[in-house]
């Protein structure tokens, strides 16, 4: 669906050349939910702008739908901005308009009839769930409606693609947990492929199947959301990924305790083991429990916890070694 082969963008600056996204080659298959992470300044929007050349590129090239589209300029130009919709983190609603005509703007420019444009303006707003909105101006809604309004004119030429550029980021977690689920009922139901930039891991565990981490402007890796999360390779993505399931355990914790605290990482259905208890008894030990807690990357849980281990030395490094082999990784962080 869409394809970067060593794409570069350069920029010029006070004489210097800035390289914001630098030989990246990544693809992107239709249907997939595919969000591109990374920190502030990694070259994020700069790639996904790419894909409806709000942003040129200075080398490589850019694929839809198995067509380069480099140097794309007036009709071809349009036609590709028909199929390839795009929404922001601050919504860019023309604030003189109301809910209807925000949504029609876009089908007039695109030359429909005024038959045809009542008629699809109906069906994304029921889509959207926002049918009593029509004469409503932007200023009269709430974030989530906004962005359900965005979603709504992004999609009214039939888009195939959806970008979608920190589209959560100015939204509390109630209204993102209802913005990602209504992109998941438009890739599922209407079968649009998503292409999402953000730097909320929550979000890509939450709706991608597939995702990069970008850092200074490279794709340093990509892959499964699960296995990226659960495994990652690159030194930048455990350190992100890391910063999300790190526990500082407090001063007076630490100097309460004795015996090691192990931080022990569950993957698929042995998230819901009975581990502790088992080896408990097998070994006699004792454990404290500091932190733990089970999410949801899709449908498949990845479990953390961390434990203090009491007992006889022997069985509590016995213990330690059972762990290892029951569960995906057990690491010894700290030990009194």
């Not at 920029?11 to 990544?26: C, D, G, M, R, Y």
């Not at 049918?131 to 709430?142: E, I």
């Not at 730097?199 to 890796?221: F, P």
């Amino acid at each position: 669906m869409v394809e970067f082969r060593e794409v570069s963008v350069a920029f010029h600056q006070n004489k210097k050349t800035v390289e914001a996204v630098k030989n990246v080659s990544l693809k992107i298959e239709k249907g997939d939910i595919f969000g591109i992470v990374g920190g502030s300044g990694a070259g994020k929007s700069t790639l996904l702008r790419t894909i409806n050349l709000l942003q040129p590129v200075t080398g490589g090239d850019v694929l839809v739908g198995g067509r380069s589209i480099v140097g794309y300029k007036g009709e071809k130009l349009r036609e590709l901005r028909k199929g390839v919709g795009m929404i922001f983190q601050h919504f860019n609603l023309a604030e003189n308009k109301t809910v209807e005509q925000n949504i029609a703007f876009v089908l007039k420019t695109a030359g429909w009839k005024k038959v045809d444009i009542q008629k699809r303006v109906r069906e994304l707003l029921e889509f959207v769930k926002l049918s009593d909105k029509a004469d409503v101006y932007p200023s009269k809604l709430s974030g989530g409606q906004k962005q359900r309004v965005a979603i709504a004119r992004a999609l009214a030429n039939h888009t195939d693609i959806l970008l979608c550029d920190e589209p959560t980021s100015a939204l509390d977690a109630e209204t993102t947990a209802s913005v990602l689920d209504l992109l998941r009922e438009v890739n599922q139901k209407l079968g649009v492929t998503i292409i999402m930039i953000t730097h909320e891991l929550d979000v890509v565990k939450s709706i991608c199947n597939r995702t990069a981490v970008m850092a200074d402007g490279e794709v340093v890796e990509t892959g499964n959301v699960y296995e990226v999360f659960t495994n990652p390779q690159h030194p930048f993505t455990q350190q992100l990924i890391g910063h999300t399931q790190h526990f500082e355990i407090p001063q007076e914790i630490q100097s309460s305790i004795s015996g090691p605290v192990v931080k022990l990482t569950y993957l698929g259905e042995r998230a819901a083991e009975a581990v502790l208890s088992q080896t408990a008894a097998d070994y006699n030990v004792r454990y404290n429990i500091l932190h733990g807690k089970i999410e949801y990357i899709g449908t498949k849980p990845l479990g953390i916890l961390y434990v203090n281990i009491t007992g006889d030395r022997s069985d509590v490094e016995q213990t330690i070694q059972k762990l290892a082999e029951r569960t995906y990784r057990t690491e010894v962080v700290f030990h009194a």
